[in-house]
């Protein structure tokens, strides 16, 4: 199990090093130069613009370029923008607030994914698996962001129930950001484990339970249950590296003050050093939730062994 | 040989394989057929769209702006005065061309690279992963965002380099997952007896891989792409909805989405229109591809 | 004015006691409230001559206070720090500050913060945003060389060999003098921009602290920031201006979009919002939403679209006149923006001390039959191109007027968005469009004269389509030495008349901006610089 751990760790030094080279490479080999348009309709003063390509190694060659930004990235040192804000400080304050965003979807998701499942999944063919069937689909066509604009508009706005934008970030204000966020993934969580538990209902080993006389119960709640749920664990897990990077969209509509909201404005603004490092800081996580995510299965299925 | 052939041919108990067992199973399913025939009037659209209409999706009449749908405009204008019922039957052309080139971009080089990774294994397969988790690593908005902003800086395209730049963006960032399910399918196949045979038999790696895995190992990526066609769509929409995807002169049913958006208020039909075509169509292919799915797998039966 | 809330305060005790509704007539002002208003991140250190896009502007505007202010009634230039602003000539001009007046941390405003912020802010190796608007003073040329080979190129600019502009004096505590390089009858009105404002000592000694909590001289001081979040500034009570707040604390919020703002707006989760989102003007939704709350007037920003004249065809002359009068200003102003911009007829803002009615003549009028004739007159049947960045809202009316350009003249006219106005800008600059654009300006101060000479004239820093007229560029230069007010803008407004043949921009539209406020504010009025009018704002007691 080490073993195989500190492998995947060292398989991720090239992956790493690969994605933020992409990144980087892509966000300063713009054609053109990034600090023009930082001065309204007139032209930057040229000694603004020199001043500016200097700080961020403009006039290096692109290898040269990344490998100071990488020094300085391992140092823990992610750079100023242009405006002389800490990148590190902005991404230590934004990634608390998409994280717990995340963590609200991820909640929402599991918990009504899997119950549609497992539900639609003992009742095959009934009218509850059909509503669910028919609802996922519709769920998984929608675009996020008309879902997104109808719920703001009609509960925000016409109805009055909820803030029609996230004044500040409690977990009770991220509850309908969260669902808009999660819904997609629902849907997909609860076709994945209506799958699962349609696939393990015949198998052997509930026939077995069921069999021995144990309680219908139990035999859903411990045993089916464990064994229909690890590819649905694994999806949720990657789901979570997806929903801290993909909150784009859903931050935009409500306000949230996160990751997604900033590095989109920054990718506008192109203020590459703050791009740069979120994405770094978003890989790194998605690695480490791969990892963790494979770990896990190895918990929940005995069969698996890494070694 | 060739009679033998024909005897098998007229034999009406033959034994099926496993597309023809698929194809059996899914003629009965009426979601099938459902969605069947919402794809071939999408496709139609796409194809011909003056058998729908022969109106200028080009035409803006500042004068009627925002009209709601009439006996002359059955879904009304837009905050333009383009007529909503002409854009959306010609904005199906570049919805589709973006779905079906991204699809075929990323399920041809997805499936070529997973299916050489999982037969030849060992540093090929090494590499390969590593450079797909390079591009999986990356958030599939925030890469596209990226691209785009960086492929945009061009400035004055013509529509097909604007198509062109989408439809990369998406096939970069998505192709490793092809890769990988093909890749895990090979894996599979290549512990079975009749590759293990072949390869004893002598068989050319080239002449395994073609006749013998693919034929084998094409079904799971035929069911995701199905559903990728779909994804891809919304997915294009949503770039085009942040307003980096398509963008004029190209007419798609996201740049309609990204035009109305402000004007949800006002002029709903601008907005439900197209966003109602972009829903169905993803409906119609993740219907298929569910339909597909089921059909291959008997265990889902 | 501090005793005023106990009236209110027991007049609501009373009214809630009697079982009356609360908001009916509410006739005081609460002077210790505190308010929200709309704001977009700063990109820039929060230093006055760093600060040039509108993020920062909101927060600098509230810290400091410069020699002159612009009046919110017509925004004609007043003196705030200013005693008395002296010339004879329209080169030297002596200041002399009012006295008493200190920074937000006690230390004195005195002649030198002025001189020392000038000088820093024009010094090439600080590279402000702000450097060039000292450009008129003397000896800028040696405190700001320009770089051999351009800001791209390997070689550096050479190391000015002072950092003091030679036409700045400390004369005393309270008085300084500044001498242009040429006689420019309009500057004391250019100095109300906030890159003049005074910096304390303290800035000199730590820079870095002063970015993290600025010190100012003006009706707020700072309190503290959350970076992406909201900068929270309250009350300075020991300010000397007449312009004192009548409310405490001021929070500048920062959204990410003007549409998300609107819905907290009308939620009356923010108080203040200069300019509604496209969403909101659309059907006069925001007259629903918002009823009594909508603040509106017109303000000093003008639309327009600019021809590159170093690229076939727009040299065309005929090609230009017939463009401009193929647009349907009036159908446009009414469909896309509800009313809220006026047609232009002429390239100086009708808001201007000296405007004129008609300056651009029938060239500014939508006529489909002259546009067809002057655009066969000009021979050119090709495809016509607008450029235009589409992050501010431009895209539906660059659109429209690509399709009124289109169906008026019944020739292919193209609308090309660009993503970014970094990428829109550069290519200005560079003068590599690839079709006429789409420009605005903003007026830097209120004069007739920053509406011709820094957009039109011979080689100016806006005038990035390189139009060139001499005789034009004449009558502005006897313009800028005319002895009197109204003698300049007697010659201006000549000078106006004479481009209007050239058609060397299309004017547009001006703007009637339209803002909200929440049902707590009793009066918030806008500025004509697109601002909230801090001044005017009285919260309900």
Known sequence: ?307 | MTDQMAVLATDRDRPRGLFGDAWHELRRRPLFWVSVSMILLVVLMAAAPSLFTSGDPGLAQLSRSRQPPSAEAWFGYDNQGYDIYTRVIHGARASIVVGVLATIGVVLTGATIGILAGFYGGWLDAVVSRVADIFVGVPFVLGAIVILTTLNAGGDAGPVRIVAQVVLSIAVLSWPVAMRIMRSTAIAAKQQDYVKAARALGAQPGRIIAKHMLPNCVAPVLVYSTIALGAFIGAEATLSYLGIGLRQPVVSWGVMINSAKDYLRVAPHALLFPAGFLTATVLAFVMLGDAVREALDPKLR | MSRAPLVPLALATVLVAAGCGAAQTQTGTNTDAGITIFNTDPENPLVPGNTTEAGGSRVIDALFTGLVEYRAEDAQPVNAMAEKIDTKDSKLFTVTIKKGWTFHDGSPVTAKSFVDAWNWTAYGPNATQGASFFSQIEGYETVHPKDPDGPDGPQEAPKPATDKLSGLKVVDEHTFTITLSEAFSVFPVTIGYEVFAPLPEAFFKDQKAFEAAPIGNGPFKFASRNVGTDIKLTRFDDYKGVDKPKFKDLTLKVYQSRESAYADLVANNLDFMEELPPNALAGQKYETDLGDRVVQRETLNMQTIAFPFYLEPYDNVDLRRAISMAINREEITQRIFEGTRKPADGWVHPLMKGYQKGQCGEYCTFNPQKAKESFAKSGYTGEIVLLSNTDGGHQEWAEAVANSIKNTLGVEARFVPSTSFGEFRQKVNAHEMTGMYRAGWIADYPSIENWLTPLYRTGSSSNDGLYSNPAFDAKLAEADKAPSEEQAIKLYLEAEKMMAPDMPVIPLWTQNTIAGKSDRLKVANLHPFRKLDLDSVEVVG
């Open chain 1, 1 to 307: 199990m080490g073993r195989y751990v500190l492998r995947r760790l060292l398989q991720m030094i090239p992956v790493f090093i690969g994605t933020t080279f992409l990144i980087y490479a892509l966000v300063w080999a713009v054609p053109g130069d990034p600090f023009e348009g930082k001065c309204g309709e007139r032209d930057c003063p040229e000694a603004y613009v020199s001043a500016m390509r200097d700080k961020f190694n403009l006039d290096d060659p692109l290898v040269v370029q990344y490998g100071k930004y990488l020094g300085n990235l391992l140092r823990g040192d992610f750079g100023l923008t242009s405006a002389g804000l800490s990148v590190g400080e902005r991404i230590a304050a934004t990634f608390p607030v998409t994280l717990k965003l995340a963590l609200v979807a991820l909640l929402i998701e599991a918990v009504i994914g899997i119950t549609a499942g497992v539900v639609s999944g003992l009742r095959n063919r009934g009218f509850l698996d059909s509503l669910v069937l028919v609802s996922t689909l519709f769920l998984i066509s929608i675009p996020v962001f008309v879902t997104g604009y109808v719920v703001q508009l009609v509960f925000g706005l016409q109805l009055g129930l909820i803030s029609p934008t996230v004044t500040s970030p409690t977990i009770g204000n991220l509850i309908v950001p969260g669902f808009v966020l999660a819904s997609l993934s629902m849907a997909y969580v609860a076709r994945l484990s209506r799958a699962g538990i349609a696939e393990n209902k015949r198998a052997d080993y509930v026939r077995t339970a069921l069999a021995k006389g144990l309680p219908q119960k139990r035999v859903v709640g411990v045993h089916m249950l464990r064994n229909s749920l690890i590819p649905v664990i694994t999806f949720l897990g990657t789901d979570l590296g997806a929903f801290l990077g993909g909150a784009i969209v859903t931050e935009g509509i409500f306000n949230v003050p996160g990751v997604g909201g900033l590095v989109f404005r920054s990718i506008l603004t192109k203020d590459g050093a703050m791009v740069t490092g979120v994405v770094t800081v978003l890989v790194l996580v998605y690695l480490l939730m791969t990892l963790l995510v494979d770990l896990l299965y190895a918990v929940l299925d005995p069969r698996i062994r890494y070694d």
